[in-house]
C-alpha cells in the first residue's frame, strides 16, 4: 500500500498549552487506521490539523506526498480530505438531497439549483459504494444510522479520498454498527482511505488495519491489530490496566420510586412513538432499557423529564402524579437527567464551566445567599465536579465548548451525580468516552444505585445494559417487549427483542 497521509513532528499549541507533541505517522491508501486515546490525549486537535480547521504549530503535514499547509477546510477538500464529526453537522428541515448539495450546489445557468444532476451524481456514489438513502425525506425524520449514511455521503459527493469518522458508532446499536463497518470496508474496497477516532477497543480490533494510539497529545504506539489485544491498547491509552468488572455488591432493592402506568407519547408531527407502556423503577433499582435507535426511547425520557405532555397514562414519583409536572418541579424533588444530546440539550456550549455546572442545582438546591449566586460556593461545587471525574480543563472560567466532547460528557454527568438525588434518568452516560472514564462512570452509576438511588438507565451500548442493570426493559416500535431481571437474559435473546422477534405478551 502506498502513503495518502504523512504527518512528521507535528505539534499544535494554544497559548502555553501544548495539545499535539511531536506527532509523527504515516497513513496508507486504501487502509482504515484508527486514532485511540483519552479523552483530552489530542485526537480531535490531530484530526482538525489534518481536515484544515487549525494549523500545526510546528511540523509538516504530506498528502499524496505533497506537502500541504490547509488555511481552512475547504483547503483540506480539494486535496481529498472529510470528516464526519461526531455531533452530526445537517439541518433537519431540510431533505436528505438538499443537505448533499449544501455547500456543493450544481447549478444550471449559472444562478439556478440543479437538483436532477445532483441526484444523479448522489444516486451513483450511493450505487458505488452501497449506501441506500431516502432523498426525499427530511432529515429530522430519519434515524441516527441513516443520518450518519448522509454524512459520510456528503464527503464522499465533495470528493473525499481520506474520510475522518470521528467517534462514528457512538449511538448506533449493534445492527446500526455492523452496517456501518460494511461501509467501510465498501470504500476501502475501491481504494478509499478511513481514519478512525474511537474509544471502542472491540471495533478497533475489528476494523482496523492500523492503530496509533495517543496519550497527552504523544504518540505511545503505532501496532496493527495482530500487535495487540483490547488490554493493550487500553493500557497504552490510560498508563495502566483497565478492569471492565463492574463488581456489583448484594444491595437491597426499596419501594417503588417512579411508576409508568399506560404510557402513550406523540412526537412533534403528533404520531405515537410511546405506546402504552408500564414498568416501575424502585430505591436502590438500575433498570436498563434498550432497543433500537427509535424506538420510542427519546419520547417516553421526554415525559419522563416533563419535556414532553404525554397523551395518555399516568407517571408517579415517590406516590405523587407527577404525569404534567415541569422539569423545574421535577429537579425540586430530587430528580436528576443526564441526556443524550449533550451539545443541545446537557449544557450551554458558550458558557464557562462554572456556569453549566450550576445549571439545575441552583433551582433544587440553592445557594447561601437565596437572591445572589455566592461565587465561591459555584466554584468549589464546580472544582468538586473537575477533580471527581477527572473533566480535563484549563480553567474553570473557559467555554464549555473549548473541551473535548468526552470531557463535556464527564462534567454533564458529574453534575447530576453529585447533587444527592433520588432518581436519576440517564441515557448514553458513556457515549464518546474512553475507556479509563466508562470503568469509572459505570463504578459511579453502582455506587450511587447502592446508596439508595433508584436509576432508569437507557442506552445504545448492549453491553452497558447488561453489565449495569438489575432489570432490563426492551423496546420496539413505542412498546415494552420484554421486563425481566437481567440475569434472565443474553445478548442474542435481547437482541431479538430488540428486533421484534419476540415479545413478552
Request: charged residues 25%; contains cysteine; hydrophobic residues 40%.
Given at each position: 500500500m502506498?502513503?495518502?497521509?504523512?504527518?512528521?513532528?507535528?505539534?499544535?499549541?494554544?497559548?502555553?498549552f501544548?495539545?499535539?507533541?511531536d506527532?509523527?505517522?504515516?497513513?496508507?491508501?486504501?487502509?482504515?487506521?484508527?486514532?485511540?486515546?483519552?479523552?483530552?490525549?489530542?485526537?480531535?486537535?490531530?484530526?482538525?490539523?489534518?481536515?484544515g480547521?487549525?494549523?500545526?504549530?510546528m511540523?509538516?503535514?504530506?498528502?499524496?506526498?505533497?506537502?500541504?499547509?490547509?488555511?481552512n477546510?475547504?483547503?483540506?477538500?480539494?486535496?481529498?480530505?472529510?470528516?464526519?464529526?461526531?455531533?452530526?453537522?445537517?439541518?433537519?428541515?431540510?431533505?436528505?438531497?438538499?443537505?448533499?448539495?449544501?455547500?456543493?450546489?450544481?447549478?444550471?445557468?449559472?444562478?439556478?439549483?440543479?437538483?436532477?444532476?445532483?441526484?444523479?451524481?448522489?444516486?451513483?456514489?450511493?450505487?458505488?459504494?452501497?449506501?441506500?438513502?431516502?432523498?426525499?425525506?427530511?432529515?429530522?425524520?430519519?434515524?441516527?444510522?441513516?443520518?450518519?449514511?448522509?454524512?459520510?455521503?456528503?464527503?464522499?459527493?465533495?470528493?473525499?479520498?481520506?474520510?475522518?469518522?470521528?467517534?462514528?458508532t457512538?449511538?448506533?446499536?449493534?445492527?446500526?454498527i455492523?452496517?456501518?463497518?460494511?461501509?467501510?470496508?465498501?470504500?476501502?474496497?475501491?481504494?478509499k482511505?478511513?481514519?478512525?477516532?474511537?474509544?471502542?477497543l472491540?471495533?478497533?480490533?475489528?476494523?482496523?488495519?492500523?492503530?496509533?494510539?495517543?496519550?497527552?497529545?504523544?504518540?505511545?504506539?503505532?501496532?496493527?491489530?495482530?500487535?495487540?489485544?483490547?488490554?493493550?491498547l487500553?493500557?497504552?491509552?490510560?498508563?495502566?490496566?483497565?478492569?471492565?468488572n463492574?463488581?456489583?455488591?448484594?444491595?437491597?432493592?426499596?419501594?417503588?420510586?417512579?411508576?409508568?402506568?399506560?404510557?402513550?407519547?406523540?412526537?412533534?408531527?403528533?404520531?405515537?412513538?410511546v405506546?402504552?407502556?408500564?414498568?416501575?423503577?424502585?430505591?436502590?433499582?438500575?433498570?436498563?432499557?434498550?432497543?433500537v435507535?427509535?424506538?420510542?426511547?427519546?419520547?417516553?425520557v421526554?415525559?419522563?423529564?416533563?419535556?414532553?405532555?404525554?397523551?395518555?397514562?399516568?407517571?408517579?414519583?415517590?406516590?405523587?402524579?407527577f404525569?404534567?409536572?415541569?422539569?423545574?418541579?421535577?429537579?425540586?424533588?430530587?430528580?436528576?437527567?443526564?441526556?443524550?444530546?449533550?451539545?443541545?440539550?446537557?449544557?450551554?456550549?458558550?458558557?464557562n464551566?462554572?456556569?453549566?455546572?450550576?445549571?439545575?442545582?441552583?433551582?433544587?438546591?440553592?445557594?447561601?445567599?437565596?437572591?445572589?449566586?455566592?461565587?465561591?460556593?459555584?466554584?468549589?461545587?464546580?472544582?468538586?465536579?473537575?477533580?471527581?471525574?477527572?473533566?480535563?480543563?484549563?480553567?474553570?472560567?473557559?467555554?464549555?465548548?473549548?473541551?473535548?466532547?468526552g470531557?463535556?460528557?464527564?462534567?454533564?454527568?458529574?453534575r447530576?451525580?453529585?447533587?444527592?438525588?433520588?432518581?436519576?434518568?440517564?441515557?448514553?452516560?458513556?457515549?464518546?468516552?474512553?475507556?479509563?472514564?466508562?470503568?469509572?462512570?459505570?463504578?459511579?452509576?453502582?455506587?450511587?444505585s447502592?446508596?439508595?438511588?433508584?436509576?432508569?438507565?437507557?442506552?445504545?451500548?448492549?453491553?452497558e445494559?447488561?453489565?449495569?442493570?438489575?432489570?432490563?426493559?426492551?423496546?420496539?416500535?413505542g412498546?415494552?417487549?420484554?421486563?425481566?431481571?437481567?440475569?434472565?437474559?443474553?445478548?442474542?435473546?435481547?437482541?431479538?427483542?430488540?428486533?421484534?422477534?419476540?415479545?413478552?405478551?
Amino acid at each position: 500500500m502506498e502513503n495518502i497521509l504523512e504527518i512528521r513532528n507535528v505539534y499544535k499549541y494554544f497559548g502555553s498549552f501544548c495539545a499535539n507533541k511531536d506527532i509523527s505517522l504515516t497513513v496508507k491508501k486504501g487502509s482504515v487506521h484508527s486514532i485511540i486515546g483519552e479523552n483530552g490525549a489530542g485526537k480531535s486537535t490531530l484530526m482538525n490539523m489534518i481536515s484544515g480547521i487549525y494549523q500545526p504549530s510546528m511540523g509538516e503535514i504530506f498528502v499524496k506526498g505533497q506537502s500541504v499547509n490547509f488555511k481552512n477546510p475547504n483547503d483540506a477538500a480539494k486535496y481529498g480530505i472529510g470528516m464526519v464529526h461526531q455531533e452530526f453537522m445537517l439541518f433537519p428541515e431540510l431533505t436528505v438531497l438538499e443537505n448533499l448539495m449544501m455547500g456543493y450546489e450544481t447549478k444550471k445557468l449559472g444562478i439556478f439549483l440543479d437538483k436532477k444532476v445532483a441526484r444523479k451524481e448522489i444516486e451513483e456514489i450511493c450505487k458505488k459504494y452501497h449506501f441506500s438513502l431516502p432523498l426525499d425525506e427530511h432529515v429530522e425524520d430519519l434515524p441516527v444510522s441513516v443520518l450518519q449514511q448522509v454524512e459520510i455521503v456528503k464527503v464522499l459527493y465533495k470528493g473525499a479520498d481520506i474520510i475522518i469518522l470521528d467517534e462514528p458508532t457512538a449511538v448506533l446499536t449493534p445492527q446500526g454498527i455492523q452496517g456501518l463497518f460494511d461501509a467501510i470496508r465498501a470504500l476501502t474496497d475501491k481504494q478509499k482511505t478511513i481514519i478512525l477516532i474511537t474509544h471502542k477497543l472491540n471495533e478497533v480490533m475489528e476494523i482496523s488495519d492500523y492503530i496509533t494510539v495517543l496519550k497527552n497529545g504523544k504518540v505511545t504506539g503505532n501496532l496493527t491489530p495482530s500487535e495487540a489485544d483490547e488490554k493493550k491498547l487500553a493500557s497504552l491509552m490510560v498508563g495502566r490496566e483497565v478492569l471492565f468488572n463492574t463488581q456489583k455488591k448484594e444491595k437491597e432493592i426499596g419501594d417503588v420510586i417512579l411508576s409508568v402506568e399506560n404510557l402513550v407519547v406523540n412526537n412533534d408531527e403528533d404520531i405515537s412513538k410511546v405506546k402504552g407502556v408500564s414498568f416501575s423503577v424502585r430505591s436502590g433499582e438500575i433498570v436498563g432499557v434498550a432497543g433500537v435507535a427509535g424506538s420510542g426511547q427519546t419520547e417516553l425520557v421526554e415525559a419522563l423529564f416533563g419535556l414532553r405532555r404525554p397523551s395518555e397514562g399516568k407517571v408517579s414519583y415517590k406516590g405523587e402524579d407527577f404525569t404534567y409536572a415541569s422539569p423545574r418541579e421535577r429537579r425540586c424533588k430530587k430528580i436528576g437527567y443526564v441526556p443524550q444530546d449533550r451539545l443541545s440539550i446537557g449544557c450551554s456550549v458558550n458558557s464557562n464551566l462554572i456556569e453549566n455546572s450550576i445549571m439545575g442545582y441552583h433551582v433544587a438546591h440553592g445557594f447561601k445567599n437565596s437572591f445572589i449566586i455566592d461565587k465561591k460556593e459555584a466554584k468549589d461545587f464546580t472544582q468538586n465536579i473537575v477533580d471527581g471525574f477527572k473533566v480535563k480543563a484549563g480553567s474553570l472560567n473557559n467555554a464549555v465548548r473549548s473541551l473535548s466532547g468526552g470531557n463535556i460528557q464527564k462534567l454533564i454527568v458529574g453534575r447530576e451525580f453529585i447533587q444527592d438525588n433520588d432518581l436519576l434518568i440517564i441515557e448514553d452516560p458513556t457515549r464518546g468516552i474512553d475507556v479509563g472514564s466508562i470503568e469509572f462512570i459505570w463504578q459511579e452509576i453502582i455506587k450511587i444505585s447502592e446508596k439508595g438511588v433508584g436509576v432508569l438507565l437507557i442506552s445504545h451500548e448492549l453491553n452497558e445494559v447488561m453489565e449495569l442493570s438489575d432489570r432490563i426493559l426492551v423496546m420496539y416500535d413505542g412498546k415494552i417487549t420484554t421486563n425481566r431481571p437481567a440475569k434472565e437474559l443474553d445478548e442474542q435473546t435481547i437482541g431479538l427483542y430488540m428486533l421484534g422477534g419476540a415479545s413478552d405478551e
